[in-house]
């Protein structure tokens, strides 16, 4: 087959501190290859020197064997290489099908845009991805999973050579993923190649022909993803057997009640109501749309419910906001990393002391004091940096999470909501989170753990509590906590 992508030697640093060191990467057409590694690794910036994004220091990048200079993100998209980042690009204020044909909208007439032919055009292009989304529809009322699709078909409506997908995955259902992975082997019959970055290690078997694995900015190797297992990638990644975790069941007191919810209806909830004991890891599963999201924000004091209560320690608690959960020893990492989780222009000290100051009135806000207290978390979280003083919007984003936990950790609370709390984490660092949360739950913190990955469900939940379109379909202990069971309760067929 012909090399579509051949790069050599590639090196590239940030703040004199060199990312990625010589490496080699090829694609061929019709090829989908897989990049993984430990987030750090580089491989986010990898394809991102392909795609134009930064200027790459040395070696050599050549598309369909003709050698590319250091271009622009623009000009690349016009060779034929399109990327759909991890963090979402779109323009919200503008409408699905502006988006997707941003600066190169059909015109008729005297330049006049035709809207009318933009329209269909976005129509039947979301319609082979099996999307029944409006084009006319702005995309600040898409949910999270709609916008991603959208992205991606904004990326496949270029006349493609290369398409790049950094964690395309991370926010769709299973239908939503079936229909991409169709895709992907339709656009690669066609000899498109795929690079495919994933920390589900699942997806790769399934949908690669060849596995490259980067790991602190080397080239580890590359295998044809047939000949190597799950644990063999881990491994290649991490440089060490990976052990997976399996959740124990529940030795605490279940009489030791410190969240209790009520009755709660409001939004899609219905009636809502479960209790948490003291020590206890609690897991809520589901399909996206099942109210979980919902349930924690009312909790949290970020929505409004019409009916029911909350109970902390047996009291009952009016939490009108977050400031109001944070005082009530109450922590929520949301699922919205980029959106909620951190302030990207701001430092990772300032990013991490940010809740403890605000339930620790009258911390002392030296910056030598704020600087010791992430110092702490940094090294806790491993989070890989170049200092406490770094941007955070300069990390890759798997490192981005683990401020975002960091923040919250540092305020101790006594409840601890995780909203996809390994969503875009590698598999070496998804098990330090794993072993985080179980240290804090054995620490008689109470966690509740929200996720679309039944896989991470079972692996440290001791009791799982499954929604479906704002009800509590079943609530699974012990050997009840299989996917089998999860699966018929999400989509509510027992």
């Known amino acids: 087959m012909e090399t579509l992508v051949e ?36 491989k986010s910036t990898l394809v991102k020197v392909f795609a134009g ?12 064997g003709e050698k590319i200079g250091n271009s622009s993100p623009h000009e690349m998209q016009h060779k034929g290489v399109s990327m759909i980042h991890q963090e979402l690009v779109l323009v ?7 988006n997707i044909y941003l600066s190169r909208e059909p015109v008729r007439g005297l330049g006049v845009i035709d809207f009318a032919k933009m329209n269909n055009d976005a129509k039947e292009l979301l319609e082979s991805l099996g999307q029944d989304i409006s084009p006319t529809t702005k995309v600040n009322e898409l949910k999270i999973a709609q916008k991603q699709m959208v992205e991606i078909a904004k990326a496949i409506s270029f006349d493609v050579k290369v398409i790049i997908m950094d964690e395309p995955t991370a926010v769709l259902t299973n239908k939503e993923t079936e229909i991409l ?11 498109i190649g795929i690079i495919y970055i994933s920390h589900r290690l699942g997806e790769i078997k399934q949908i690669a022909d060849r596995v490259t694995v980067l790991r602190d900015g080397n080239l580890v190797g590359t295998k044809k993803a047939s000949e190597v297992t799950e644990k063999e990638i881990a491994s290649m990644m991490v440089g060490r057997d990976v052990e997976e975790s399996v959740a124990t069941d529940f030795e605490g007191d279940e009489t030791d009640v410190v969240l209790e919810v009520n009755n709660m209806s409001g939004d899609i909830l219905k009636d809502i109501n479960f209790k948490a004991a003291r020590g206890e890891i609690l897991g809520f599963s589901g399909l996206i749309g099942a109210g979980r999201t919902e349930l924690m924000e009312m909790i949290f004091g970020l929505r409004k419910f019409d009916k029911g209560e909350v109970l902390l320690f047996n009291k009952p608690v009016k939490i009108k906001n977050a400031k109001a959960a944070i005082s009530s020893n109450l922590g929520f990492a949301t699922e ?3 959106g909620t989780g951190i302030v990207p222009d701001r430092s990772i000290s300032e990013n991490i002391d940010f809740v403890y100051r605000v339930k620790n009135k009258g911390a002392f806000l030296a910056p030598k004091s704020i600087e010791t207290r992430a110092t702490g978390k940094i090294a806790d979280l491993r989070v890989v940096c170049t200092g406490a003083s770094q941007l955070v919007k300069n990390l890759s984003g798997g490192n981005q999470q683990k401020v975002v ?3 919250w950790l540092l305020s101790e609370p006594d409840i601890f909501i995780i909203d996809e709390p390994t969503r875009g984490i590698d598999v070496g660092a998804r098990q330090e989170i794993y072993n985080i949360i179980n240290e804090l739950a054995q620490g008689g913190k109470t966690i509740i753990v929200v996720s679309s990955d039944m896989t991470e469900i079972l692996s440290i939940c001791q009791r799982i509590i499954v929604m479906h379109e704002g009800v509590i379909t079943g609530v699974l202990t012990g ?5 089998e069971n999860i699966m018929h309760r999400a989509v509510n067929v027992m």
């Open 181 to 191: 992975f169709k895709l992907i082997k339709s656009l690669a019959e066609r000899g």
């Open 405 to 407: 936990l960091a923040k």
């Open 479 to 483: 050997d009840e906590r299989t996917e």
């Open 92 to 98: 919200e204020e503008m409408t699905v099908a502006q």
């Open 53 to 64: 994004v930064h200027p790459r220091d040395s070696g050599e990048v050549l598309l369909l």
């Open 336 to 338: 919205d990393r980029k």
């Open 7 to 42: 790069m050599k030697d590639i090196r590239k640093s940030f703040f004199g501190v060199e990312v990625l060191h010589g490496v080699d990467f090829d694609v061929t057409a019709g090829e989908v290859v897989a990049l993984c590694g430990e987030n750090g690794a580089g």
